[in-house]
């Protein structure tokens, strides 16, 4: 499956984003679903995961209550609604998918093996 993020940009403090991840060659159905961001000069990190199901969700504490993930299987994508934003959300924002059981989701990087090219994300105070 090849995966495409988009949707990123400026944003002010407080401001709502979505960014999108659309899948092809492959179903979005198919797989766990992740994303991650990487500040300038900094390694990668988790932000939030969900399983094929939708019932087992992991967030990373510094988004959870403002960041939301979601899919769309008849568009084949999936999301990743962004409310409250705050500078430090500042990142490139990258979606990857893995193989997964039904209920299965990972916050593990090196488990996820397609990703994105990954979307600019830019909030100013």
């Known amino acids: 499956v090849q995966l495409q993020a988009s949707g990123g940009g400026l944003a002010q403090a407080g401001d709502s984003l979505r960014i999108s991840c659309a899948a092809s060659g492959g179903h979005i159905s198919d797989y766990a679903i992740g994303w991650f961001r990487q500040f300038p000069g900094k390694e990668r990190e988790f932000v939030v995961a969900?399983?094929?199901?939708?019932?087992?969700?992991y967030y990373s504490d510094s988004v959870k209550g403002r960041f939301t993930i979601s899919r769309d299987n008849l568009k084949n994508a999936g999301y990743l609604q962004m409310n409250s934003l705050k500078p430090e959300d500042t990142a490139v924002y990258y979606c990857?998918?893995?193989?997964?059981?039904?209920?299965?989701?990972?916050?593990?990087?090196?488990?996820?093996?397609?990703w994105g090219q990954g979307t600019l994300v830019t909030v100013s105070s």
């Open positions: 990857a998918a893995t193989w997964a059981r039904w209920d299965s989701a990972t916050r593990v990087e090196n488990e996820y093996d397609y």
């Open positions: 969900d399983s094929r199901s939708g019932r087992r969700i």
